[in-house]
């Protein structure tokens, strides 16, 4: 089955420490994207990558670090300077950047106390 | 700034009834408007895309218009099942390789 997976469902870290979030995807698409949601909220782009080695920031990148080695892997990095982590984060896929028509993961809730 | 408001928030209709979501965004000048549908603590499943060149896309209950001339799309959802519960999300692609999410309809159908 062709796909976005995401691990782990769920997350607990404590205030301080940074958290890795794994993004796979087996569709052969190009650009991937992480994307944050908060109750009440609309989706917010964090970083979009258009192809391996290259990634660009969204509007809310502060605190986050990508990285994009892979065509298939684009994992996020929480990091500690990070104000307000606690969250819903999405990741997705598209063929090209200019396509426009994404698909998505799962999900993974972080929460950090 | 492209901006995207989905009118209502909420909406509770009985089961079968058909409905109409609401979707108005700011600026024109768009590549196509996706409609998806998320679950309590899901991802997004995307129901239906069309393209700025499309005025409609039909899947099965779902009809989804765009009028990128008033700004505006709808969804339309006909025979409302419970099943159909959920929060629908439209985005819009335009420039900068970005969508643009509204904040969402939650819509429950109650049998």
């Known amino acids: 089955d062709g796909g976005i997976t995401q691990s782990p469902k769920y997350l607990f870290r404590k205030e301080g420490q940074n958290v890795t979030l794994s993004c796979e995807q087996n569709?052969?698409?190009?650009?991937m994207y992480w994307y944050r949601q908060d109750p009440g909220q609309g989706l917010r782009l964090i970083y979009y990558s258009q192809i391996v080695n290259d990634f660009q920031k969204g509007d809310i990148a502060e605190g986050y670090s990508v990285s994009r080695e892979k065509k298939e892997s684009f994992p996020l990095t929480v990091t500690s300077a990070q104000k307000n982590p606690t969250a819903f984060y999405l990741c997705?896929?598209?063929?090209?950047?200019?396509?426009?028509?994404?698909?998505f993961g799962p999900g993974t809730r972080l929460t950090v106390t | 700034k492209q901006e995207v408001t989905q009118i209502p928030a909420a909406l509770s209709v009985p089961e079968g009834e058909n409905l109409v979501l609401n979707c108005s965004f700011t600026?024109?000048?768009?590549?196509?408007l996706q409609w998806f549908r998320q679950d309590p603590g899901k991802g997004l499943t995307s129901l239906l895309l069309?393209?700025?060149?499309?005025r409609e896309q039909t899947s099965g209950r779902l009809n989804a218009s765009l009028d990128k001339s008033s700004g505006r799309s709808t969804l339309y959802i006909a025979a409302s099942q419970p099943g159909d519960s959920a929060t629908y999300l439209c985005?819009?692609?335009?420039?900068?390789?970005?969508?643009?999410f509204g904040k969402g309809t939650k819509l429950s159908v109650i049998p």
């Open positions: 069309i393209q700025s060149s499309q």
């Open positions: 985005a819009v692609g335009a420039g900068s390789y970005q969508l643009t």
């Open positions: 569709l052969n698409h190009d650009a």
């Open positions: 997705a896929s598209s063929m090209t950047v200019s396509s426009y028509e994404q698909y």
């Open positions: 600026d024109s000048a768009i590549y196509n």
